[in-house]
T-cell receptor, first 116, second 114 residues
Framework: AQSVAQPEDQVNVAEGNPLTVKCTYS??????LFWYVQYPNRGLQFLLK??????LVKGSYGFEAEFNKSQTSFHLKKPSALVSDSALYFC??????????????FGQGTTLQVKP | NAGVTQTPKFQVLKTGQSMTLQCAQD?????MYWYRQDPGMGLRLIYY???????DKGEVPNGYNVSRLNKREFSLRLESAAPSQTSVYFC?????????????FGDGTRLSIL
Protein backbone atom coordinates (compact mmCIF):
# COMPACT_ATOMS: atom_id res chain seq x y z
CA ALA A 1 0.00 0.00 0.00
CA GLN A 2 1.16 3.49 -0.77
CA SER A 3 1.88 5.59 2.29
CA VAL A 4 3.55 8.67 3.70
CA ALA A 5 5.19 8.76 7.11
CA GLN A 6 6.03 11.73 9.27
CA PRO A 7 7.86 10.08 12.15
CA GLU A 8 7.64 13.00 14.60
CA ASP A 9 4.32 14.12 16.02
CA GLN A 10 5.94 17.32 17.27
CA VAL A 11 9.16 19.22 16.62
CA ASN A 12 10.34 21.89 19.05
CA VAL A 13 12.94 24.47 18.09
CA ALA A 14 14.11 27.80 19.41
CA GLU A 15 13.56 30.91 17.35
CA GLY A 16 16.54 31.58 15.10
CA ASN A 17 17.64 27.95 15.02
CA PRO A 18 17.36 25.76 11.92
CA LEU A 19 14.44 23.38 11.70
CA THR A 20 13.79 20.08 9.97
CA VAL A 21 10.48 18.27 9.64
CA LYS A 22 10.91 14.74 8.33
CA CYS A 23 8.93 12.87 5.69
CA THR A 24 9.43 9.50 4.04
CA TYR A 25 7.20 7.86 1.48
CA SER A 26 6.40 4.49 0.02
CA UNK A 27 4.94 5.13 -3.44
CA UNK A 28 5.82 3.35 -6.66
CA UNK A 29 7.62 5.22 -9.40
CA UNK A 30 8.70 8.82 -9.05
CA UNK A 31 5.85 10.63 -7.33
CA UNK A 32 5.18 14.33 -7.07
CA LEU A 33 5.95 15.54 -3.54
CA PHE A 34 4.37 18.38 -1.59
CA TRP A 35 4.48 20.20 1.71
CA TYR A 36 1.47 22.01 3.14
CA VAL A 37 1.03 24.05 6.31
CA GLN A 38 -2.10 24.42 8.41
CA TYR A 39 -2.71 27.22 10.90
CA PRO A 40 -5.40 26.83 13.58
CA ASN A 41 -8.95 26.75 12.24
CA ARG A 42 -7.76 27.20 8.67
CA GLY A 43 -7.39 25.04 5.59
CA LEU A 44 -4.08 23.77 4.30
CA GLN A 45 -1.80 26.14 2.45
CA PHE A 46 0.69 25.04 -0.19
CA LEU A 47 4.37 25.56 0.70
CA LEU A 48 6.38 23.83 -2.03
CA LYS A 49 6.53 20.91 -4.40
CA UNK A 50 9.06 18.65 -6.08
CA UNK A 51 8.37 17.62 -9.65
CA UNK A 52 11.78 17.01 -11.16
CA UNK A 53 15.25 18.50 -11.35
CA UNK A 54 17.26 19.95 -8.48
CA UNK A 55 16.91 17.95 -5.29
CA LEU A 56 16.66 21.13 -3.19
CA VAL A 57 13.34 22.87 -3.70
CA LYS A 58 12.63 26.38 -2.43
CA GLY A 59 9.15 27.45 -1.41
CA SER A 60 7.13 30.04 0.44
CA TYR A 61 8.10 31.83 3.67
CA GLY A 62 11.77 30.79 3.42
CA PHE A 63 11.09 27.06 3.55
CA GLU A 64 12.93 24.54 1.42
CA ALA A 65 12.83 20.78 1.09
CA GLU A 66 15.42 18.21 0.16
CA PHE A 67 14.45 15.28 -2.02
CA ASN A 68 16.45 12.08 -1.59
CA LYS A 69 15.45 9.35 -4.02
CA SER A 70 17.55 6.58 -2.49
CA GLN A 71 16.09 7.20 0.96
CA THR A 72 12.61 8.03 -0.39
CA SER A 73 12.58 11.11 1.79
CA PHE A 74 11.46 14.70 1.36
CA HIS A 75 12.43 16.61 4.50
CA LEU A 76 11.24 20.17 5.07
CA LYS A 77 13.86 22.65 6.26
CA LYS A 78 14.30 26.28 7.19
CA PRO A 79 17.63 27.90 8.13
CA SER A 80 16.21 30.18 10.83
CA ALA A 81 12.86 29.47 12.50
CA LEU A 82 10.34 32.15 13.44
CA VAL A 83 7.69 31.97 16.16
CA SER A 84 5.14 32.57 13.43
CA ASP A 85 6.22 29.29 11.77
CA SER A 86 4.47 27.40 14.57
CA ALA A 87 1.78 25.34 12.85
CA LEU A 88 0.86 21.86 11.65
CA TYR A 89 2.84 20.63 8.65
CA PHE A 90 1.78 17.93 6.21
CA CYS A 91 3.82 16.03 3.67
CA UNK A 92 1.85 14.66 0.72
CA UNK A 93 2.56 12.67 -2.44
CA UNK A 94 0.75 11.81 -5.62
CA UNK A 95 1.80 9.17 -8.14
CA UNK A 96 2.77 10.19 -11.65
CA UNK A 97 1.19 8.73 -14.75
CA UNK A 98 -1.44 9.16 -17.42
CA UNK A 99 -4.18 8.39 -14.92
CA UNK A 100 -2.95 11.07 -12.59
CA UNK A 101 -5.92 12.85 -11.12
CA UNK A 102 -4.01 14.78 -8.51
CA UNK A 103 -5.17 12.62 -5.62
CA UNK A 104 -2.92 13.24 -2.63
CA UNK A 105 -1.75 10.79 0.00
CA PHE A 106 -1.03 12.68 3.22
CA GLY A 107 1.22 11.97 6.15
CA GLN A 108 -0.30 12.27 9.61
CA GLY A 109 1.15 15.72 10.20
CA THR A 110 3.87 17.20 12.41
CA THR A 111 3.25 20.05 14.83
CA LEU A 112 6.07 22.57 14.77
CA GLN A 113 6.50 24.61 17.93
CA VAL A 114 8.96 27.50 17.74
CA LYS A 115 9.74 29.08 21.08
CA PRO A 116 11.04 32.62 21.56
CA ASN B 1 -9.87 36.44 -3.83
CA ALA B 2 -12.43 33.96 -2.46
CA GLY B 3 -10.64 30.79 -3.64
CA VAL B 4 -12.47 27.78 -2.15
CA THR B 5 -15.55 28.55 -0.06
CA GLN B 6 -17.17 26.00 2.24
CA THR B 7 -20.52 26.27 3.98
CA PRO B 8 -21.42 25.88 6.76
CA LYS B 9 -18.38 26.44 8.96
CA PHE B 10 -19.86 24.57 11.92
CA GLN B 11 -22.69 22.09 12.30
CA VAL B 12 -24.07 19.85 15.01
CA LEU B 13 -26.26 16.94 13.98
CA LYS B 14 -28.06 14.14 15.71
CA THR B 15 -27.40 10.54 14.73
CA GLY B 16 -29.50 9.63 11.70
CA GLN B 17 -29.96 13.16 10.41
CA SER B 18 -28.84 14.10 6.92
CA MET B 19 -27.04 17.15 5.62
CA THR B 20 -25.13 18.48 2.66
CA LEU B 21 -21.80 20.28 2.86
CA GLN B 22 -21.35 22.84 0.14
CA CYS B 23 -18.15 23.79 -1.67
CA ALA B 24 -17.52 26.29 -4.44
CA GLN B 25 -14.32 27.46 -6.14
CA ASP B 26 -13.77 30.46 -8.34
CA UNK B 27 -10.39 29.53 -9.86
CA UNK B 28 -11.76 27.66 -12.89
CA UNK B 29 -10.19 24.43 -11.63
CA UNK B 30 -11.13 21.13 -13.20
CA UNK B 31 -10.57 18.89 -10.20
CA MET B 32 -12.21 19.01 -6.80
CA TYR B 33 -11.78 16.90 -3.68
CA TRP B 34 -13.39 16.18 -0.32
CA TYR B 35 -11.23 15.18 2.65
CA ARG B 36 -11.83 14.51 6.30
CA GLN B 37 -9.27 15.38 8.97
CA ASP B 38 -9.09 13.44 12.19
CA PRO B 39 -6.46 13.86 14.92
CA GLY B 40 -3.28 11.91 14.24
CA MET B 41 -4.53 10.63 10.88
CA GLY B 42 -3.76 13.44 8.49
CA LEU B 43 -6.26 14.05 5.72
CA ARG B 44 -8.08 11.18 4.09
CA LEU B 45 -9.74 11.46 0.70
CA ILE B 46 -13.47 10.76 0.69
CA TYR B 47 -14.41 11.48 -2.93
CA TYR B 48 -12.95 13.41 -5.79
CA UNK B 49 -14.04 14.77 -9.14
CA UNK B 50 -11.36 14.88 -11.80
CA UNK B 51 -13.53 17.00 -14.08
CA UNK B 52 -17.06 18.26 -14.41
CA UNK B 53 -19.44 15.33 -14.77
CA UNK B 54 -17.21 12.74 -13.13
CA UNK B 55 -16.84 11.58 -9.54
CA ASP B 56 -14.95 8.72 -7.97
CA LYS B 57 -14.38 7.17 -4.59
CA GLY B 58 -11.37 7.91 -2.46
CA GLU B 59 -9.99 6.13 0.57
CA VAL B 60 -13.01 6.46 2.91
CA PRO B 61 -16.23 6.85 0.87
CA ASN B 62 -18.63 4.78 2.98
CA GLY B 63 -21.53 6.81 4.35
CA TYR B 64 -21.05 9.68 1.91
CA ASN B 65 -22.27 10.76 -1.50
CA VAL B 66 -21.14 13.61 -3.72
CA SER B 67 -22.47 15.72 -6.55
CA ARG B 68 -20.42 17.77 -9.00
CA LEU B 69 -23.13 20.26 -9.74
CA ASN B 70 -21.08 22.24 -12.28
CA LYS B 71 -17.45 23.20 -12.71
CA ARG B 72 -17.55 25.47 -9.65
CA GLU B 73 -19.49 23.41 -7.13
CA PHE B 74 -18.90 20.05 -5.46
CA SER B 75 -21.15 18.99 -2.59
CA LEU B 76 -20.79 16.23 0.00
CA ARG B 77 -23.87 14.57 1.49
CA LEU B 78 -24.27 12.53 4.64
CA GLU B 79 -27.49 10.57 4.24
CA SER B 80 -27.68 9.19 7.78
CA ALA B 81 -25.08 10.73 10.05
CA ALA B 82 -23.17 8.56 12.51
CA PRO B 83 -20.94 9.62 15.43
CA SER B 84 -17.93 8.18 13.54
CA GLN B 85 -18.43 10.92 10.98
CA THR B 86 -17.61 13.62 13.52
CA SER B 87 -14.66 15.32 11.88
CA VAL B 88 -13.41 18.40 10.10
CA TYR B 89 -14.22 18.28 6.40
CA PHE B 90 -12.13 20.06 3.81
CA CYS B 91 -12.87 20.74 0.19
CA UNK B 92 -10.03 21.41 -2.23
CA UNK B 93 -9.56 22.14 -5.89
CA UNK B 94 -6.71 22.02 -8.38
CA UNK B 95 -5.83 22.49 -12.01
CA UNK B 96 -4.58 19.01 -12.79
CA UNK B 97 -2.70 17.96 -15.86
CA UNK B 98 0.82 17.18 -16.95
CA UNK B 99 2.15 20.10 -14.97
CA UNK B 100 0.68 19.15 -11.63
CA UNK B 101 -0.61 22.11 -9.69
CA UNK B 102 -1.09 22.22 -5.92
CA UNK B 103 -4.47 21.88 -4.31
CA UNK B 104 -6.22 24.90 -2.82
CA PHE B 105 -8.20 24.27 0.34
CA GLY B 106 -11.22 25.83 1.96
CA ASP B 107 -11.25 26.61 5.68
CA GLY B 108 -13.26 23.53 6.55
CA THR B 109 -16.58 22.50 8.05
CA ARG B 110 -16.45 21.33 11.66
CA LEU B 111 -19.11 18.68 12.03
CA SER B 112 -20.20 17.09 15.31
CA ILE B 113 -22.65 14.22 15.40
CA LEU B 114 -24.25 13.40 18.71
Amino acid sequence: AQSVAQPEDQVNVAEGNPLTVKCTYSVSGNPYLFWYVQYPNRGLQFLLKYITGDNLVKGSYGFEAEFNKSQTSFHLKKPSALVSDSALYFCAVTPRGSSNTGKLIFGQGTTLQVKP
Amino acid sequence: NAGVTQTPKFQVLKTGQSMTLQCAQDMNHNSMYWYRQDPGMGLRLIYYSASEGTTDKGEVPNGYNVSRLNKREFSLRLESAAPSQTSVYFCASSATGQSLQPQHFGDGTRLSIL
